[in-house]
């Protein structure tokens, strides 16, 4: 509005300046006109004259010549005039042109910003309209979006429970089932537990104290073997040959069986090896776990550890039992010979 008023106003002053402009054009005319009347009026009744004694002597070319000069002088300034006339009534045309124009263009520009107020109005009504519409909407959403977290929910506790129970069971009881449910990509949580179990078989009949054990019992007859067997001797007489056949014959049922799947070593880094396997999987299937939180996994990774270290050793002292009876047997074999 105050950018409309500025323009009327100077406007205003154009237009007083172009009017002044042109008075003052009209009146020098009129005054050169009047001027150039009076001039040639007084040379037709009082004509200049040469004085020549006592008589004047009038002479009708030089007289002729000085009305010619004032009026081409006239003429000169008549054009002069109008040329200052043309250029001002341009600039008077450009402005007023102008003026029109923003006039226009302001009447125009009103008139869309009206139309555009009353289309934002329409569409500010139209978008309260479709709230009004999609708020009972987003409200059942939302109600949908609770039941079905709720469901979730008593699903993971219902597969919970199931995986908790079956696991309970014992890992010889279970480990079928589990298979099965790993298989078909159901009941993430059953690997969790199934590692809770192996764990608790483990600690609460005391496997991993029977399994280190055994290998020391083991070791123990390798070495006494071992020293009673000298590679050096030539010649074994009939008392040597028999116990080397005697160690020969215990060295092979040794070997048996530690190839034997029922071997109490075996067996036992049977389990450990399942409890294992069940701790990855469970560790692949956190994300799947929501109802576990990381502090159930932080607390069977700490129980888990207490075996780990120990486990791993026997594992390599069984295999060590092995290559050290082979080898054994292999140096009897080459004495009986």
């Not at 008023?5 to 009129?30: C, G, P």
């Not at 026997?314 to 050290?324: H, W």
Request: proline letters at 3%.
């Amino acid at each position: 509005m105050l950018y409309n008023q500025h323009h009327s106003r100077n406007f205003w002053e154009e237009d007083m300046k172009t009017k002044f402009a042109l008075v003052f054009y009209y009146i020098s005319i009129a005054l050169l006109i009047v001027c150039a009347i009076i001039i040639v009026f007084k040379l037709i009744f009082w004509p200049p004259c040469t004085q020549i004694g006592n008589t004047c002597t009038i002479d009708g070319w030089s007289v002729a010549g000085l009305a010619g000069t004032i009026l081409g002088v006239a003429a000169t300034m008549l054009a002069i005039l109008g040329a200052v006339a043309v250029a001002a009534w341009w600039t008077s045309l450009n402005k007023l042109v102008t003026k029109r124009v923003t006039k226009l263009y302001d009447k125009q520009k009103a008139e869309v910003d009206k139309t555009l107020d009353t289309q934002q109005q329409k569409i500010e009504v139209r978008i309260k309209s479709l709230q009004a519409l999609l708020s009972p909407l987003e409200d059942k959403v939302k109600q949908s979006e609770t039941r079905l977290e709720t469901v979730n929910e008593t699903l993971y506790d219902f597969e919970e429970s199931i995986t908790k129970s079956f696991a309970a069971m014992g890992p010889l009881l279970a480990e079928p089932v589990a298979q099965r449910a790993v298989g078909t990509k159901r009941f993430p949580t059953f690997p969790f537990y199934m590692t809770i179990s192996y764990l608790d078989l483990i600690k609460q009949e005391n496997k991993l104290s029977q399994l280190e054990q055994e290998i020391a019992t083991y070791q123990e007859s390798l070495k006494l073997i071992e020293s009673r067997t000298s590679p050096n001797k030539d010649d074994l007489d009939i008392a040597a040959r028999s116990v080397m056949e005697s160690y020969k014959q215990t060295l092979s049922s040794y070997l048996d069986g530690f190839n034997s799947s029922s071997l109490l070593i075996a067996l036992n880094l049977g389990d450990w090896h399942r409890t294992l396997y069940w701790w990855k999987a469970a560790k692949d299937n956190q994300p799947k776990t929501p109802s576990l939180k990381p502090e159930d996994f932080d607390k069977v990774q700490k129980e888990f550890d207490l075996y780990s270290t120990r486990m791993e050793k026997a594992e390599q002292d069984f295999g060590k039992l092995k290559s050290d009876a082979q080898f054994l047997l292999s140096r009897i074999e080459n004495l009986l010979q």
